[in-house]
């Protein structure tokens, strides 16, 4: 196993097996919540017109989000390795494939993600609190706390994560409790239903559910990954579809479809009919902590690709080093933090996440199909002993299917940011033919030499 430690006789190649299955069901909920929940379901509802159609189309997504968390499980049955989905796709296409998924996660996806989350962060914290800082340097303070926790070690960074999650889960339900004393305080509005636009709504409905594929990251650090990381997927997907519904359908009733429509912060225009001013304050201190918390779930999650990247000698060596105690990539972990610093810096983050839509959800379909490789190279494949996706291939093609047409809508109604996304994509070409020619050679180099200590 490839390792930047330069010191043969102390390096560690193994990452620490220390999360069960309630820390990765944490880790799933916590890759898909954000502060999407509390804000964005206005943009549903200028599509589709009517609660029911409102409900459809995130039972819908939840639904498709619930058949990729089913293909999910069963790549980690098959490779329970860090990193995830680019094992998944190294081992069923090519490694350039695998490489460029890094390449975009690390340069826009996920930075991207994070930079503008963790401004999102900061003006939420600076209104709280009056605190005369700017939202970017709320922003790059919590980007550096939370890179400097993770650097001790997954168990570390999954009692932090988990705690953020459980209050998330707290912020939703008081939002959907107390949501109910304004139920029929609205005036009653006559909606005309509109279900041409329900394919639209299932865009920003889609993206609201991504982010549970960012627990397959943490495979090889999980004590069981085939048994646990399928229920994980199971329940924290459920758990997620129950507690989005269960929002928009306050939302819905309290604002009235069209009335949601009206407004970019129903969360708040909700609990302020409810109880006043002072639950406008209290969903705007719930969303902070759902993005600090969405921000622990990638710096947690994310930088076990790169590290993986680098164990294949396809990245700077010492990502790929794991300290000695923690056992925690703490030079990927800090790649990561440094990266997402600069890019909420350069306050470009909106306009990054822009270009790469059509792309990441590209690569979404392209995992999906992953699957549909392996099950045909490897149709026996110990198919006794891990989990089996319901419905497979129908469940698979209609994932790919999904996220494919995404990516279609996307280019179609954005082409030039689809055509800048291309570009950053096809960007990483020439990087990774340096990075291969890199590796055969330093190959070369290790074969030549005396016998010493392994480097793989």
């Keep these: 196993m490839y390792s930047g430690n330069d010191d043969p006789a102390t390096r560690v190649t193994q990452l620490a097996r220390r999360l069960g299955v309630f820390d990765a069901t944490m880790i799933v909920m916590g890759g898909i919540i954000g502060a999407g929940i509390f804000i964005s379901p206005y943009v549903v509802a200028r599509h589709v017109n009517t609660t029911p159609l409102i409900l459809g189309a995130w039972a819908a997504g939840g639904a498709i989000a619930l058949a990729g968390a089913f293909v999910y499980a069963e790549l980690a049955a098959l490779r329970p390795e860090a990193g995830g989905v680019y094992a998944y796709l190294r081992d069923a296409f090519h490694p350039m494939v695998a490489f460029l998924f890094g390449w975009t996660l690390l340069l826009v996806v996920q930075a991207g993600g994070m930079a503008a989350v963790a401004v999102t962060f900061g003006l939420y914290v600076r209104d709280l609190t009056g605190i005369a ?6 922003a790059v303070g919590a980007l550096v706390a939370l890179t400097l926790i993770n650097c001790f070690g997954v168990r570390t960074g999954a009692n932090v994560q988990n705690t953020f999650m459980v209050l998330k889960i707290v912020a939703i339900a008081a939002l959907v409790t107390i949501g109910w004393l304004a139920v029929g305080t609205a005036p009653v509005t006559p909606d005309v239903e509109r279900t ?6 299932m865009v920003p409905v889609l993206f609201a559910y991504g982010g549970w594929q960012t627990a397959s990251f943490i495979s090889e650090e999980m004590r069981d990954t085939r048994r646990d990381l399928p229920r994980a997927m199971l329940w924290g997907i459920i758990g997620v579809i129950v507690l989005y519904c269960a929002a928009n359908l306050v939302y819905a009733l309290v604002l009235t479809p069209s009335g949601l429509a009206a407004t970019t912060t129903p969360a708040s225009e909700v609990m302020r009919r409810a109880i006043g001013e002072r639950g406008a304050r209290f969903i705007a201190l719930g969303i902070a902590v759902s993005t600090i918390g969405y921000l622990s779930q990638g710096m947690l999650t994310a930088p076990r690709v790169y590290f993986a990247m680098a164990r294949d000698g396809m990245f700077f060596a010492k990502v790929g080093w794991l300290h000695p105690r ?16 600069a890019v909420a810096l350069s306050g470009r983050y909106e306009q990054i996440l822009n270009y790469v839509v059509a792309i990441d959800a590209i690569f979404f379909g392209l995992t999906g199909v992953a699957l549909i490789v392996f099950r045909r190279r490897e149709p026996h494949s110990d198919s006794a002993a891990r989990f089996r996706t ?12 999904a996220f494919w047409l995404v990516a279609l809508n996307t280019v179609v109604q954005f082409p030039t940011s689809a055509g800048i996304g291309v570009l950053v994509l096809v960007a990483g070409v020439p990087v990774y033919v340096w990075w291969s020619r890199r590796r055969v050679r330093l190959a070369a180099r290790s074969s030549a030499a005396p016998p010493s200590f392994p480097s793989a």
């Design 326 to 341: 923690t056992r925690a990539p703490v030079y990927a972990i800090a790649l990561q933090g440094v990266w997402a610093v």
């Design 133 to 138: 800082l700017s939202p970017t340097t709320l």
């Design 196 to 201: 041409a636009g329900f394919g639209a709504a």
């Design 390 to 401: 319901p419905g497979h291939p129908w469940t698979t093609i209609l994932f790919v299917a």
